[in-house]
């Protein structure tokens, strides 16, 4: 007897093993938990790649800086080079002085900035830009008298060679001086200026248009063509009273 309930053990014992494990069903909340439930990333994975955004992000802005001053760089060059040339060009063709004192009124008046031709023809009336004789100074004055010409004026009238020439550029002046009782240009002529009866080779008599008070020829004499700068042939400043003679 006792021999078969050992059998019977046994194989209830075995039974056991055989038998399927029992799987319990899970609440629904539980698999709402581990279905919410996620997998977490490793760290160091998101901060490598942030650093490599910020890396980028610097790159492109050392590129950008350095492409500015790459830039500035260039325009500096330009403009060192544009001022290096127009200050070539000024000391042979042109020249762009500004105007000194009250010689000049009513065409020209004082801080006025003038273009100079330095290789403009020199002629009866035009503007010239000159050295004074005896100083370092410098003026804007009008070529009145050429070499070879006899130059007078009676009465306010201008001869050139005994002919009477109309100046245009002061005939306002002219007469509101005259309906004064006065004289615009008071009466000379080359003979009392220099002794001789024509202007010389190589001389130019400069007058200003302010005659009444213009230093010029009648007080410092006949003017070198090699002193005479150039000729005045555009007033640029102000902008507003841009004017070609």
Same mark, same amino acid.
């Given at each position: ?6 059998? =019977? ?12 494990? +029992?799987?319990? *069903? *899970?609440? @629904? ?27 980028? %992000? ?7 800086? #350095? ?20 200050? %070539? ?9 500004? +105007? ?46 050429? @070499? ?8 306010? #009238?201008? #001869? ?7 100046? *245009?550029? %002061? ?28 202007? @010389? ?5 400069? $007058? ?14 006949? =003017?070198?063509?090699?002193? %005479? ?11 507003? $009273? $841009?004017?070609?003679?």
């Amino acid at each position: 007897m006792e021999s078969r309930k050992r059998t =019977v053990k046994k194989k209830k014992s075995h039974s056991e093993q055989v038998k399927k494990p +029992v799987h319990k *069903k *899970k609440k @629904p909340q539980e698999q709402k938990k581990e279905l919410s439930v996620k997998p977490i990333r490793p760290k160091q994975k998101v901060k490598r790649s942030n650093k490599s955004k910020k890396a980028l %992000i610097e790159a492109r802005k050392r590129r950008k800086k #350095q492409k500015r001053k790459v830039l500035l760089l260039e325009l500096l060059g330009a403009v060192v080079i544009a001022g290096f040339l127009v200050f %070539i060009l000024s000391i042979f063709l042109f020249s762009l002085p500004k +105007v000194e004192g009250y010689s000049m009124v009513p065409t020209l008046r004082e801080g006025d900035r003038v273009y100079v031709n330095k290789l403009g023809k020199l002629k009866t009336f035009e503007l010239v830009y000159v050295r004074i004789p005896g100083t370092k100074e410098k003026e804007v004055r009008r070529i009145i008298g050429l @070499p070879g010409q006899k130059i007078a004026y009676k009465n306010d #009238q201008l #001869q050139i060679d005994g002919e009477d020439r109309e100046e *245009k550029f %002061i005939f306002d002046e002219q007469q509101t001086s005259q309906e004064n009782g006065r004289l615009y240009t008071d009466d000379f002529s080359i003979f009392t200026l220099t002794g001789a009866s024509e202007i @010389p080779v190589g001389k130019y008599l400069v $007058l200003g248009d302010n005659r009444p008070y213009s230093v010029d020829s009648r007080q410092y004499g006949l =003017v070198d063509e090699k002193d %005479i700068i150039g000729v005045v042939e555009m007033r640029l400043l102000p902008l507003h $009273l $841009l004017q070609s003679f």
